[in-house]
């Protein structure tokens, strides 16, 4: 009887984990067609970080002789790390959009009415916007390279920057989820996209931080974003080193597991509340 006891509890967890995990792969699926059967929310994020790639590297293009700026080859290969961050940024609002928006139609209830593992409704939302930014990152080193936007570390720095890609589109998605599951409204969620705006241009994502000074550069080293951006960086102008590499991953996978911490807990409120 004892030994039955204790083999049955186990069996029970690892079905249980079993079908968490296939139903985090189903809604998995399901988020990323969902993506890309609307174009109208994937193109913008794609189109829009090109267009200011190239607008700023027009414009700023002479300013990699400033005293302080690092040696590059071309200002596109420093505004490629901030070229990928922004476009995840963009791509990860829409995510969590989405996610607001099967609450407000009632999709989010009847999964909850329906025996589907509460960790995978969030997950499996999570992971589509995440394979989102690692295809996103993979494009735009693709378009940029041939244009200046050279990869110091080679293909291993390519596959490590698109990585630490999908590790910021898992961040961001999941600091957005947390208040869409929050609010429960994809207006508040779209209401956040000029935050992250502003944030972004008050980041390291198009200067350095040794060209800067005052309140300025002192924000920008306070910002989450500009060690994001500055952890990809790293890849494209070191090389593949330990450093650049630790740097480009590991940043993102710590501000990761802080917003997953933080909507899951908000994923916990919104249980209660129902």
Partial sequence: ????????????????????????IALARRSTLELFRQPALVVPSLIFPLFFSFLGNSTFGKTT??????????YLQFQLAGTITQGVLFGSVTGAAALATDIENGFFDRLLASPTSRTSILFG?????????????????????PFGADVAAGVPGIIAMTISGA???????????????????????????????????????????ETM?????????????SHLVEGLRALSLEGFTASATARAILVPLAIAIFALLVAQTQLRARLRAN
Avoid: C, D, H
């Fill in 167 to 209: 590790l910021i589109a898992l961040a961001v998605g999941a600091l957005m989820a947390s208040v869409a599951l929050k609010t429960g409204s994809s207006e508040a969620v779209q209401g956040t996209f000029p935050l992250l705006f502003i944030l972004l241009f008050f980041s390291s994502a198009f200067f350095p931080r």
């Fill in 213 to 225: 000074s005052g309140i300025y550069r002192t924000i920008a080293g306070l910002n989450p974003i």
């Fill in 125 to 145: 939302r999570l992971a589509g916007s995440t394979l989102f930014g690692a295809l996103e990152t993979a494009i735009f080193i693709l378009v940029l390279l």
């Fill in 65 to 74: 002789s400033l005293p302080g700026f690092p040696q590059v080859n071309s």
């Fill in 1 to 24: 009887m004892t030994s039955t006891t204790a083999v049955m509890p186990e069996t029970q967890v690892v079905r249980s984990l079993s079908t968490a995990i296939r139903q985090t």
